[in-house]
């Protein structure tokens, strides 16, 4: 066997190896297959979906499962680690679908690997549902059997640049920095256009390559061109490395804004007091208004995942928990796990959820408003939404030395 063989079946060996099942799949038990970041570069958000999965199926288990007909049917699981490897996750999902024989498949996390594997639900006609891949790019596409629980990245900044006008005082000169992956890609683009007609002057526009970790240049162009407001697209790692670089160059404009990491805990955690003043986004926060057939509302479900995985849940997870759901609902619609009429159920779906209403638009992605989030005081605080401001912002941003 050549060493290229060797390679891949040791690979193929090892992902098999690292399979995990959440209970034992019995005949009937309708499975769900995943492939998700346990391991690698962006295992920190992937292990959320293994969470939100295991979580959502349990939860649904535990009240009887979904009823086929006249019978309750429990949901199983099959997830692989795809250690943060594209081509791999293609290989899994290709072996979730025609070895593994899964009846429907969840989603990976991050856009560049949505994209890549909703092609393989695309070709066997099995619905996938994922809350992982916001790029335009992956619904652009006129699938069939790709539904996603997150908003357009095009308009992720939307609320941030409305907030931007409202602020006092007003940032005139802004820095757009984007990784230089799918979704990222799709966030600056839409971006773009949303800074023009609000007139404001974009001085700085830079694509940086995803899982940098050097961002001491960047820095310096933005202290040197007088960006007031700095918006980043990026991956939880780099916006990590990103804050504390600017705090030991000293680069504090007015404000940061970050598309992931204000919402984690575990971003919060580790930057510390560094973390205060950041504004990020979410489309979900765990308010009790949010009802829910299975958990109650949104609040009861943050407090009883916090208790089991020992951190609260950002809106990865509760659209993870989603997916679940909106599987066990067009499940029972159809009547059956037929993958045709489970997709045209999901098409139709209307389901009010922890998450708010799932309800996917003719692409297939669902589209709700993004609430502008800053951290204050070691604390996530809502403060501008559809209405305008819903708490005060902390805001300009001080000196890293004067805070």
């Keep these: 066997m050549s060493a290229g063989k060797t390679k891949l079946a040791c690979a193929l060996l090892a992902a098999t190896a690292l399979a995990l099942s959440s209970g034992i799949a019995l005949a009937k038990d309708i499975v769900l297959g995943a492939s998700v970041q346990l391991t690698g ?38 997830i692989y680690d795809n250690q943060s490897d594209v081509n791999l996750s293609v290989r899994q999902y290709t072996q979730l679908v025609s070895q593994d024989k899964v ?62 006008k409202k602020l006092d005082p007003a940032p005139k000169k802004v820095a757009l920095l984007y990784a230089d992956d799918a979704f990222d890609v799709s966030v600056a683009k839409g971006t773009r256009d949303l800074l023009k007609a ?61 598309t992931v990491g204000v919402p984690s805990e575990d971003f919060r955690k580790a930057l510390g007091k560094d973390a205060d003043y950041a504004f990020g986004m979410t489309a979900w926060l765990p308010s009790a208004d949010n009802k829910d057939k299975w958990f109650g509302d949104a609040a009861q479900f943050a407090e009883a995942y916090k208790a089991k995985f020992g951190y609260e849940p950002d809106y990865h997870a509760a659209s993870g928990v989603a997916d679940v759901e909106a599987f066990a609902q067009a499940i029972e619609d159809a009547g059956g796990t037929d993958p045709a009429k489970v997709r045209d159920a999901l098409a139709k779906i209307n389901l009010e959820s922890l998450y708010g209403k799932i309800a996917f638009a003719e692409n297939g992605q669902i589209d709700l408003p993004q609430t502008v989030i800053q951290v204050q005081n070691g604390d996530v605080k809502a403060v501008y939404g559809a209405k305008g401001f819903i708490e005060k912002p902390e805001y300009p941003m001080p000196a890293w030395n004067k805070r």
């Excluded at 992937?46 to 429990?74: C, H």
């Excluded at 949505?114 to 335009?136: H, N, T």
């Excluded at 694509?207 to 202290?223: E, H, M, P, R, V």
């Excluded at 160059?249 to 404000?255: N, Q, W, Y």
């Design 198 to 258: 609000a007139g404001l002057d974009t001085v700085m526009d830079e694509k940086y390559s995803s899982n940098a970790s050097d961002f001491n240049s960047l820095l310096s162009q933005i202290k040197s061109n007088g960006a007031e407001a700095v918006l980043v697209a990026g991956h939880e790692t780099e916006i990590l490395n990103f804050v504390r670089q600017a705090k030991s160059l000293a680069v504090a404009p007015k404000m940061y804004s970050f």
């Design 103 to 164: 009846d429907f498949l969840l989603g990976p996390f991050a856009s560049n690997f949505a994209l890549a594997d909703s092609a393989v639900s695309e070709k066997y006609r099995i619905p996938m549902v994922q809350g992982g891949g916001a790029s335009d790019q992956i619904f652009s596409r006129k699938f069939k059997y790709i539904f996603g629980t997150l908003a357009p990245a095009s308009n992720y900044f939307g609320s941030t640049v409305d907030m931007l």
């Design 41 to 78: 570069p962006v295992a920190n958000t992937g292990r959320y979906y293994k969470d939100a999965y295991e979580f959502a199926v349990d939860k649904i288990n535990e009240a009887g499962g979904v009823k086929v007909g006249d019978e309750q049917v429990k949901l199983a699981l099959k």
